[in-house]
């Protein structure tokens, strides 16, 4: 079955890094596009980056432009979000989801993982 498992999250202090992993299983990332997705307490849940499966094309909200890259391995079927210069306002669950291509809109995923809480905090 379908299966997104995302690890990496941590505590982490302000201008430090993570990179966060999406692990799939039951398809092939060859055909899917993933996308990250992050939720703070109280806020919606918004987009963070997308990598498409047929150029790689990559997509960043504003707030992730110049410090998030988003790769894929598809021989390990495994998507990284590098965050670099982190800030305490990226504090939030982060989840990945599959589409059949980037959208915006979270509603047009049809599967996610179950999220990996990410702290900035000194």
């Known amino acids: 079955q379908v299966q997104l498992v995302e690890s990496g999250g941590g505590l982490v202090q302000p201008g430090g890094s993570l990179r966060l992993s999406c692990a799939a299983s039951?398809?092939?990332?060859?055909?899917?596009?993933i996308g990250w997705f992050r939720q703070a307490p109280g806020k919606e849940r918004e987009g963070v980056s997308c990598?498409?499966?047929?150029?790689?094309?990559?997509y960043f909200a504003d707030s992730g432009k110049g410090r998030f890259t988003i790769s894929r391995d598809n021989a390990k079927n495994t998507v990284y979000l590098q965050m670099n210069s982190l800030k305490p306002e990226d504090t939030a669950v982060y989840y990945c989801?599959?589409?059949?291509?980037?959208?915006?809109?979270?509603?047009?995923?049809?599967?996610w993982g179950q999220g990996t809480q990410v702290t900035v905090s000194s």
């Open positions: 989801a599959r589409a059949r291509t980037c959208y915006y809109s979270t509603g047009r995923y049809g599967y």
């Open positions: 990598i498409s499966s047929s150029d790689g094309s990559t």
């Open positions: 039951g398809f092939s990332l060859d055909y899917y596009a």
